[in-house]
């Protein structure tokens, strides 16, 4: 469960990382009668909000789901629109993320993305690097099993090329070749909109992780309720297939 202070009383366990799939930001705005990509547009002023208020909740690293490989299968003009609320918001957060100390970084298959999109993400990485105040990643054109898929193939490339054997193949190498080389595995899972799926989302490194399925929509999901989750999560028992000690 908790950590134990020096007078010997439970303390709740932080949630250093936190990883949140986003869902519900269509259905939002149909049920209001408006285009879905109003409800995306509200997704991403709700985003500030949570990038805002998550250090003050003891988040270090958290990384949210904003467009699957899977996505590429809605309209045109949905994904066109996502593509640019994308770019409006690095251009617009830019300035404000540097000044708060926040790193944003991407992981995702960056090859069909806009080259103006993949200039400004990369251009928005070079100027954070050196923040710590708040890890902020965003996941775009990203799939588990897609990330998976590119880190094995770097690795068989490298045990062709006669660079390693295939007996020194470890999980931790497994690890650095994945689009979260160098990130720490998330704590904690939060989903949207009632849905109880993973849909995809950082399966290798969510083995042991925490998750919290609400029914909120997206555009709906308040910082208050972030700390309730964080709330519940800092009194569970991870013994991560051990057996908790007495």
Same mark, same amino acid.
């Given at each position: ?33 408006? !285009?879905?990509? =109003?409800?995306?547009?509200?997704? *991403? &002023?709700?985003?500030?909000?949570? =990038?805002?208020?998550? !250090? $003050? ?8 789901? *904003? ?11 949905? =994904? ?12 617009? &957060? ?11 970084? @991407?992981?995702? $298959?960056?090859?069909?993305?806009? !080259?103006?999109?993949?200039? %400004? ?9 050196? @923040?710590?105040? %708040?890890?902020?990643?965003? *996941? ?5 099993? $897609? ?12 045990? +062709? ?5 295939? &007996? /020194? ?37 969510? +083995? ?8 909120? %929509?997206?555009? $709906?999901?308040?910082?208050? /309720? %972030? +700390? ?11 013994? @991560?297939?051990?057996?908790?000690? *007495?």
């Amino acid at each position: 469960m908790g950590t134990t202070d020096s007078t010997g009383s439970k303390q709740p366990r932080p949630a250093e990382h936190v990883a949140i799939i986003m869902d519900g930001n269509g259905r939002w705005a149909t049920q209001k009668g408006w !285009p879905r990509l =109003v409800g995306h547009r509200r997704g *991403a &002023e709700r985003v500030k909000e949570i =990038v805002r208020c998550a !250090p $003050d909740l003891g988040i270090r690293w958290l990384t949210v789901y *904003a467009f699957s490989t899977e996505n590429w299968k809605r309209s045109t003009e949905e =994904v066109l629109g996502l593509m640019s609320i994308f770019a409006r918001y690095i251009e617009r &957060e830019a300035d404000r993320l540097a000044a708060e100390g926040v790193r944003m970084r @991407f992981i995702g $298959d960056r090859s069909r993305l806009d !080259p103006k999109l993949q200039r %400004l993400m990369k251009g928005i990485e070079e100027r954070t690097e050196g @923040f710590t105040r %708040l890890n902020f990643t965003v *996941a775009i054109n990203y799939g588990g099993r $897609d990330e998976i898929l590119r880190a094995t193939r770097a690795i068989a490339a490298k045990v +062709a090329a006669g660079e390693i054997a295939p &007996e /020194e193949v470890t999980e931790a190498m497994i690890s650095a070749h994945l689009d979260t080389g160098g990130i720490p595995d998330p704590d904690l899972v939060i989903r949207t909109s009632g849905e109880t799926r993973t849909s995809n989302f950082l399966q290798w490194q969510t +083995a042991y992780a925490e998750y919290e399925f609400t029914p909120t %929509l997206w555009p $709906d999901f308040t910082p208050e /309720e %972030l +700390a309730s989750i964080l709330a519940r999560f800092g009194n569970r028992d991870r013994r @991560f297939g051990g057996v908790a000690s *007495a």
